[in-house]
């Protein structure tokens, strides 16, 4: 489903100006990641999309809908929303009535919500945890669980809020599993991230804020090769990409395949 | 005698029947810059709790062994005298803002009024810690209206403000920006110069090696190893048991399996080795 942004701007009660003329479309299908400094107003563009904060000043349209029309309700139809902190979003007492809730409420037949809630449970490896509180798991896997919740719910964009924030090695490569599924499924997701390694090694199409505004917006080889420009919001580059810069590689690399080709050409020429 | 010194201390949380920390034996010197790895689950966060005395005053449990932290055993002393030799930065920033103060400003003075600084001090030090930290600009704000990465480094100041002798800090940069993160650390590492123990949870394992003086790696409540950031931050053990390593160990190591990186060569933990390092493999 396609998302279109236009000339958006949005100032909090209180005078904060948080977002500054945005304007940007997300093709039906891509997979983005938002990246910038704290407070460049990431979570606050995301909000508008399913509703949970009005623009001050333009639009945002999600696939034939204008999300001023629309009530938060109607719009999680069409937007998953992951939050930031997961105890912001569970409330069940099992994490298996923690994700059938979502596609439940959306009204979807219980055949459907079945295999939605299987799918979901098996993608995030959680189970063997289906009969668990979802707070007596740690805060890594209370993630998990707020992502199959959201996931469960089957719309065609998904956003995550920093998914990766606190999690060690093998739940960011679970993180990484959950995304490429729903790029399998072709589904629309956008990501902020912090982590800059995993933006890379994940995302086709990276925009970065700073202050409000859009600072960059390309495919990914293109952004992360642009340490200067990053550095305005407060981002470095992939610490690859910096290493095949540093040793003169000539082409930005993304992830490890990629950084090792380029090593590899580079010693036999 | 060490600062904190943790002696075959093994914990339960109530209600659980293994230990969160098994048979832990930890001594961290004055001023040093200890960081803690591993992965979730490990008992990192246990182990903040441990040393600040949060467990088992707050958590309650059973703790057996002995903590003792700047002269203090932990155990016999009351939770406030604890908190006065150490600070804990929480995990979740959100815990720990106190949610009885409208301002940053305030926010960042309520420890310290709370253990009876005099006004003028109180401001002059909250000045100098907004500034260390980078909030300034937010002193005005409800500590509710920031974004995340904003409010951890409120978190963070209205720690550094009470002047601990010990510092612990679990995943102090978590919701940070890379650059702010890299500021965090560079920032820490000043306090710790200055004379302040500290004590890092921390998964960003490139400014780890940058800036911490010692890695101690947990797993399953133990300390698997410890030792220099280049040894540890290295070791096959370590990767082989699902701790992440830098990109730069990462693709040295893959380099090694691909016979374009010698096998007795040291791997690289830091940007700067692995340019030394790839570099030196150029014809």
Known sequence: MRIEIQDLHFTYPGGVEALRGISLSIASGEQVALIGQNGSGKTTLVRHLNGLLRPTHGQVRIGDWDTADQTVARLAARVGYVFQNPDEQLFCKTVQDEIVFGPKNLGYAADRIETLVEDALALTELADEKDTNPYDLSPTWRKMVAIASVVAMDTPLVIFDEPTTGQDAASVQRIAGVVASLRAHGKTVLTITHDIDFCAENFERVIALSQGKVLLDGPVHEVIDQPETLAITYVDPPQLTRLGKSLGLGVPVRSKAEFLAAFRDLVGR | MALVNLHDVTYKYPLTDTPALKNINLQVETGEFVAVIGPNGAGKSTLCYTIAGFIPH?????????????????????????VVETGLAFQNPFNQISGAKFTVFEEIAFGLENTGVPRQAMIERVGQVMDLTGISELAERSPYSLS??????????SI??????????????????PIGAREVF???????????????VEHKVEWIAQFADRVVAMQDGMIIMEGSPADVLTSSLLADSGFGLSRYTQAARDAVSRGLWPEQMRLPVTLQEAVDGFSGLLP
């Open chain 2, 186 to 200: 560079q920032v820490v590492k000043e306090m710790s110069a200055r004379g302040m123990t500290v004590i890092l």
């Open chain 2, 58 to 82: 707050f958590f309650k449990g059973e703790l057996e062994g002995t903590v003792q932290v700047a002269g203090l055993d932990t155990q016999h002393a009351t939770l406030s005298q604890c």
């Open chain 2, 160 to 177: 550094l403000v009470m002047e601990p002798k010990v510092l612990v800090l679990d995943e102090p940069t978590s919701q940070l920006d």
């Open chain 2, 148 to 157: 995340g990465g904003q409010q951890q480094r409120v978190a963070l100041a």
